[in-house]
Every structure is written in structure tokens, then in C-alpha cells.
């Protein structure tokens, strides 16, 4: 059995569409939706991710406060920027690219926006709601897999998930989400990481299985059992003399022998990648909308 794919561009593309409606009915309301963005910084890896997601939003129609600050940016100098934004009603969401350069405290940096304009999902109260199953900033990356799930048509509801990985980035935050009481979710869930003994074993249970360890390979066809869906969070480069910039990308799953004995799976790249983006673009248009109090 060959799996089908699960087209994360496709999916991405949908949602955009929809939020680039939504966008133009609130600017008919005199709402713009607006995101404050800081890199702070040369990482190529960064910059290359902060100019998609300024291109998103310029497509989208929401409006991009884009900040480039040089290296030798200061703590002081940073949490100064993060306040003015927290205190500009035109910013209904705030982006910090990570990492940051190691003389600053990202924990801090973090720590110092706005929970409601944290549309990271990473502030400490936007998680607590989050377990807590209260309205909150979602998590970007894990978002987009449940997104990718439901709008597959998979069941979530009573299934078994094993995610493999327990970052606070994506497995964590998805795990909590997976077993909310809802109907998007409702799954049993089991996290297996760097401790356990044997992920073959939970795995080969699972009706789903989210590979977000960071690490090529992680996950193979043994592991798998027949008809299983697989979500496939991981970005790996390895060695490829083949192509022009001497390696390509790889997730964690072993594609090419996973694929013939899952329903659905991710590909990488072009799988859970391009819902990321996607997702942050849905959360700054609900703050917007939060903020000032519309309810569609």
C-alpha cells in the first residue's frame, strides 16, 4: 500500500486564502491587522524565515512592522523595542526570531511581551491556557499539524497518538493539545523521547504518529504499523554531493520505506513547513480581532 500525501503547501494555501477574506472584511471595519516583527542579527537560516513570513503577511494584507537590528544589539536596547510594541495598538502581535545572538537573554526577551500579543504561543501564560484548555495562543508548528490532521479527515477522537519528541516547541505543546476535550482532539496520547527504552513499541500501536525529534531516521518502517497516518515535523539537512548546494533536506521519518505502509504522511519539505507561517498569520488576524472585540 502506497500512502497518500498529506500536501502541506495545499493546506497552507487554503488557510490563506481564507485569512486573506477575513483580512479584507475587518479592514471594511477599519481593523488592520498588524505584526510586529524583530530579527536581531545575521543568521542566514533567520533571515531567509523572517522574509517569508514578511512576504506572507504582505499577501495576506496585514501590516508588517519589520525591525533588523545589527549584532551588537543590547538587552536594554531589545526589551525597549519589545515595549513599544506591546504599547502600539497598530502591533496585535509580536514575533522575536530565535535563536538570538548569545550575549542576550532570550527567556527574558520573551518573558517581557505581552502575553497578548504573544502570537508565538510561547509565553508562559499562553501555555498555562493552553493546558489549562482556555483560549490562547496556539504554538505555530504543532497548530499546523492538527490543522494538517482534521483537514485530512483524520479522526482524532478516541485515536491513539505517539508523539516522538518532547521539545517545548512541538511536542509538548502538541501533546497537551491532542488530548484536549474537543472535537478536533480527544486522542489518547503517548510521548516518547530520548528516554525511552523502546519507541518501536508504542509506536507500532499508534493509529498516529508524530515524528518531532530532530534527528534523520528516527523513525523506519518497522516502527510502523499498516494503515497508521505519520506527520513528519522533522527538517534535517544531510550530505548529498548530488545536489548544487551539497545536501538536501530530510525530515525524521525514513519516507521512502514509511510510505509504503502508512494511509497518509508528510513529505519533507512541503509537509508541515509551509502550516507554520500559516499559523502565525492566523494568530496576529485572532488578536486583532480580540482586541477589539470581534467575534467573527
Known sequence: MAAKIIDGK???????????KEVQVLK??????????ILVGDNPASKSYVTAKEKACAEAGIFSD???????????ELLALVARMNSDPKIHGILVQLPLPKQLDEAEVLLAINPDKDVDG?????????????KAFLPCTPHGVLQLLTRSGVRLKGAHVVVVGRSNIVGK?????????SEAANATVTVCHTG?????????????????????NTVTADMIREGAVVIDVGVNRVNDASKKAGFRLVGDVDFEGVSKKASLITPVPGGVGPMTITMLLYNTVESAKRFYGIKK
Open 10 to 20: 495545499q493546506v497552507a494555501a487554503e488557510i490563506r486564502t481564507e485569512l486573506k
Open 28 to 37: 471594511a471595519k477599519g481593523v488592520v491587522p498588524g505584526l510586529g516583527v
Open 66 to 76: 519589520d525591525n533588523r537590528l545589527p549584532e551588537s544589539t543590547t538587552q536594554n
Open 122 to 134: 510561547f509565553h508562559p501564560v499562553n501555555v498555562g491556557r493552553m493546558v489549562l484548555g482556555q
Open 173 to 181: 505543546p502538541l501533546a497537551n493539545m491532542l488530548i484536549q476535550k
Open 196 to 216: 525511552t527504552k523502546d519507541i518501536g513499541y508504542f509506536t507500532r500501536q499508534a493509529d498516529v504518529v508524530v515524528a518531532a525529534a530532530g534527528h534523520p
